[in-house]
């Protein structure tokens, strides 16, 4: 009977706990070599770790890779035959042990002459003498085998074990491990430390690269880094791989720190690797990104020294196995309008400008200043040192008020570099390590303020497919020139820093292709506003609003350029589809500046009858919002002529609606033209043209005294409203039926209506329907007996239009004016404007949730 097997989980012990010599070899063709060897070893009084020396109840492949990994010295012999390759191997048990023994110190003989080699066998010895970081000696004789193994072993035990120093101690043969010192203290990054000091001490981790753009501060956290680790190392060393541009020079650069000399012919990177071997070694190379090719010899010194440990400083990543990156963000800078003296960008600032002049302190006008000067900088570290160093000439306010480019900030110090000394010289420094695609792709992408998604970059980059604006995008996040993210919206998003944008559009400009670059940019962004005006009445209204709000200040930029261009046409095709939702969003006074400014263009005077409509509507509503009726009559009356003779229902619909505005309510003509647009609004088949429509003649209604005909008109409305999927036309009429209700005596259902108006403003942040809704608020408040808090909430409606720059429409002055008669009446004028003052002054928001008893 057989007992159980050995546990697979269990150690397998070699046969003492000696310095062990592992031999590998064939057994019947090397067994006189073998027997040589070891005597050679046990002469020495080490053991010797040998497949045949007794059987072991384990497979023979479990067997010798356990003996490998017990062993401290690898001896390889090799004659003519390649072994046998066992079951389920790719490799014989020989190549097998090679390959398993990296990491240890080599010894490997070869016999010559032998005619009768395996192919396989002189294949495996090629790759040994190319890659296996020790030297292959010939042998004939066994006796002659036997004493150049002892001799040798000798020697090795003497260089690698004897004199292994202890940590912290000079390393005989290498130089003093040497860090710089730096001249000022690491400010913040202690997050960013503690994660760095931790992979440096991790056994599994080997190389780090620090990545980020060009004064993102990753040399003085490299530094930090290893000084934290130096006394758990043999030694650590500073390279600076700046002057160096290919991978020859880079062996040449480290071999210098380290003090190792060349020997014969012998390649460099292999004398060097020999000295750092059997070392506990951290080195720093710092600068990497602009040598070619210098992965492959980074690769080689990790391979063939498996204490070394390499910690990089790079713009871009090495692309290495192994590779742990560690990318660098700018340092947070405080929120606007809250100067944050522990923000870290307002640390460093204090900190460097102390340096400058010992006396500064960032007290009351300045600390904004200075809040606002990290901001305008980013939190780049080296911009915020540049522009601190200038405090004793210019304090914050007026180096703010001079802060034109931060690209030309200038050190006044002498010991940094020359590529440091502005950030226009790092940025070059940078731009020069790019291709010719990558270049043109960062340029053209300058006109992206916002930043922009890979559709708006392929669409701006690209001129007839001349650039693979994909590999180009990769190359420039891989070198930290762009960033990538995710917007809200899910698509990713890429964003240069504002001093790369800068730089990226001077070299545009050098080009020549700004304005065409602007074009391209407007025509694409006409494109995502005419999908985001059908995709926010659909199901997908959240997605768009996020991505319109992603591309708001490309969209304000590439408007400015339009303008500036006499480009109205691409002012319309941008604007005009987006228009309701700038409405929604309280962008009223914005867009009447911009549809004015459009209109007085030469170019408004040769735009497309359908476009020239769509420059009057806009002209003409803004205008009425903002007080100023008789501006919008001509604007209005145009726009029904042009409706007429385009034979277009929608556009009469709103001209007609917009324009009937303008008249006092008690127009005999208003009813008549009103139920005209109400007509040209149902043949047109919008519903939110008919609910556009069925308010005004709702509040007619309302200033005739029939409430329940007013009330029915805004029921249909909210259902129109409802039906297009318009929440911002639904919460006005919601407003509306909440006055329907407070004018019939209802304040319970008044109150009802303007709550579920409150949620959608709320919602959509439309300061407008705030103030409507407030004011309507201030009317129930009245008819339920607390004319204060009527008072406050008209105050604190009127506050929120002043803000906006809008005025009440038309149709409610005369209920606006009643409120306010009453409010006079019930408290006073005095006092009365004492609350209004009050409510005023309160956020509106806030104002809206006490009215309503809890959040909205």
């Excluded at 460093?348 to 400008?353: D, I, K, N, S």
């Excluded at 439309?766 to 339920?784: I, Y």
Aim: with cysteine; glycine share 8%; charged share 25%.
């Amino acid at each position: 009977m057989t007992g159980p097997g050995p546990d697979p989980a269990a150690p397998i012990g070699t046969p003492d706990r000696r310095l062990r010599v592992f031999v590998s070899s064939t057994l019947t063709e090397l067994a006189a070599e073998r027997a040589a060897v070891r005597a050679a070893v046990t002469s020495l009084r080490l053991t010797p770790v040998m497949f045949e020396l007794g059987a072991r109840p384990h497979p023979p492949r479990d067997l010798y890779r356990a003996y490998l990994r017990q062993s401290d010295v690898f001896v390889g012999l090799y004659g003519d035959s390649y072994g046998w390759v066992a079951p389920g191997m790719a490799v014989s048990g020989i190549e097998d042990e090679f390959d398993l023994s990296d990491g240890l110190p080599r010894l490997l003989y070869v016999r010559d002459p032998a005619p009768d080699r395996d192919p396989r066998l002189a294949a495996l010895v090629e790759r040994m003498q190319a890659t296996g970081g020790a030297s292959t000696v010939p042998f004939g004789d066994p006796a002659r085998l036997g004493e150049q193994v002892a001799d040798d072993l000798a020697v090795l035990l003497t260089e690698r074990f004897a004199a292994r120093p202890a940590p912290g101690a000079p390393v005989p043969g290498l130089t003093p491990g040497w860090l710089p010192e730096p001249p000022t203290p690491l400010v913040d990054r202690g997050t960013e430390l503690a994660l760095l000091t931790g992979l440096l001490r991790a056994p599994e981790v080997r190389l780090v690269t620090l990545t980020g753009p060009g004064g993102i501060g990753k040399t003085r956290l490299a530094l930090a880094g290893a000084g934290a680790v130096r006394a758990e190392r043999d030694g650590v060393w500073f390279v600076d791989l700046a002057p160096v541009r290919d991978a020859a020079g880079v062996p040449v650069a480290v071999a210098g720190v380290l003090g190792v000399r060349p020997e014969g012919a012998r390649p460099l990177v292999d004398v060097v690797a020999e000295r750092l071997a059997g070392v506990s070694a951290l080195l720093v190379l710092d600068n990497a990104e602009q040598v070619s090719g210098v992965a492959p010899v980074l690769a080689a010194l990790l391979e063939r020294c498996p204490r070394l440990d390499l910690l990089v400083t790079s713009r871009s990543v090495l692309g290495l196995r192994g590779e742990t990156d560690v990318p660098l963000q700018p340092l947070p800078v405080p929120a606007p309008g809250a100067p944050d003296p522990a923000a870290p960008a307002v640390e460093l600032f204090t900190a460097r400008a102390r340096a400058a002049d010992p006396s500064f302190t960032a007290e009351g006008e300045d600390a904004a200043a200075v809040g606002e000067l990290v901001r305008r900088l980013e939190g780049l570290p080296l911009a915020i040192e540049l522009a601190a160093a200038r405090v004793r000439v210019l304090p914050p306010r007026a180096l703010l008020r001079r802060l034109r480019s931060a690209l030309d900030l200038r050190a006044p110090v002498a010991d940094l570099p020359d590529r440091q000394r502005t950030l226009r010289a790092t940025l070059e420094w940078s731009h020069e390590l790019l291709g010719a695609e990558e270049r043109l792709v960062l340029a053209r992408l300058s006109v992206c303020t916002g930043g922009c998604t890979l559709d708006t970059a392929e669409a701006v980059a690209a001129v007839d497919g001349d650039v693979d604006v994909v590999e180009a995008l990769s190359a420039l996040v891989a070198q930290s020139l762009v960033a990538p993210g995710d917007a809200a919206d899910g698509e990713p998003r890429f964003r240069m820093l504002d001093v790369v944008r800068a730089f990226a559009a001077e070299r545009l400009r050098e080009l020549r292709e700004e304005d065409a670059a602007r074009e391209r940019l407007a025509r694409h962004l006409t494109g995502v506003a005419e999908s985001a005006a059908a995709g926010l009445a659909g199901p997908d209204r959240a997605t768009w609003l996020a991505r319109l709000e992603a591309e708001a200040d490309d969209l304000e930029a590439t408007l400015e350029w339009a303008v500036a261009a006499d480009r109205a046409e691409l002012v319309v095709g941008l604007a005009a589809p987006l228009a309701r939702c700038w409405w929604a969003r309280g962008r009223l006074a914005a867009m009447s500046d911009l549809a004015d400014r459009t209109a007085a263009l030469p170019s408004a005077r040769r735009l497309s009858p359908a476009a020239a409509a769509s420059l009057r509507w806009a002209c003409g509503s803004t205008a009425i919002a903002m007080g100023r009726p008789a501006d919008a009559v001509p604007q209005l009356t145009g726009l029904v002529a042009e409706a007429r003779q385009l034979g277009d229902p929608w556009l009469l619909a709103q001209g007609l609606t917009l324009l009937a505005m303008t008249r006092p309510p008690e127009d005999p003509s208003l009813r008549p033209q009103l139920e005209e647009a109400e007509a040209a609004a149902r043949a047109s088949g919008d519903p939110w043209a008919v609910g556009f429509t069925l308010v005004p003649l709702g509040d007619v209604e309302l200033l005739a005294g029939d409430v329940p005909a007013a009330t029915a008109r805004h029921t249909e409305a909210l259902a129109a409203a409802r039906a297009s999927r318009d929440d911002h036309l639904a919460a006005a009429v919601l407003d509306q039926l909440g006055l329907d209700a407070l004018l019939g005596g209802d304040p319970d259902d008044a109150a009802a209506h303007l709550r579920e108006a409150a949620a959608l403003h709320r919602a959509l942040a439309d300061r407008e329907g705030l103030a409507n809704c407030l004011e309507a608020l201030a009317g129930v408040a009245l008819l339920t007996g607390r004319p204060e808090e009527a008072a406050r909430l008209a105050g604190s409606a009127d506050a929120t239009r002043r803000l906006l720059g809008l005025r009440v429409w038309p149709f409610l002055r005369p209920l606006a004016a009643q409120l306010a008669a009453a409010v006079d009446a019930a408290l006073g004028p005095e006092r009365a404007a004492a609350e209004r003052a009050a409510g005023a002054r309160r956020d509106g928001w806030a104002a809206l949730e006490d009215a309503l008893g809890g959040s909205v």
